[in-house]
């Protein structure tokens, strides 16, 4: 099993950064996939940003050029870098894990952009 913690949200005025933390421990294999998602009051919950373990990222269109999806690969740790926040990305943001035969979900941290 692999246990997952998130860290780093909160309330940020619009224009504002946050930096989110998803920590993985237990039984982490070499090679994995993190990926953060969010969901807002009412609606269904989007993919945001992805990062394997070669490296290779990719970004919800809402979000390019202001996210930043990383990973530290010896803290089994990934980060998403927000910038410019907008109130529209207001959401609960959860952490996905995924490697051969485990699909692992974080409990979620929320963010608010509000002013």
């Known amino acids: 099993q692999v246990h997952l913690v998130e860290s780093g949200g909160g309330l940020v005025q619009p224009g504002g950064s946050l930096r989110l933390s998803c920590a993985a421990s237990g039984n982490v294999f070499s090679v994995y996939a993190m990926t953060w998602y969010r969901q807002a009051p009412g609606k269904q919950r989007e993919l945001v940003a992805g990062?394997?373990?070669?490296?290779?990222?990719n970004y919800a269109d809402s979000v390019k050029g202001r996210f930043t999806i990383s990973r530290d690969n010896a803290k089994n740790t990934v980060y998403l870098q927000m910038n410019s926040l907008k109130p529209e990305d207001t959401a609960v943001y959860y952490c996905?894990?995924?490697?051969?035969?485990?699909?692992?979900w974080g409990q979620g941290t929320l963010v608010t952009v509000s002013s």
């Open positions: 990062i394997i373990s070669g490296g290779m990222s």
């Open positions: 996905r894990f995924v490697q051969s035969g485990l699909d692992a």
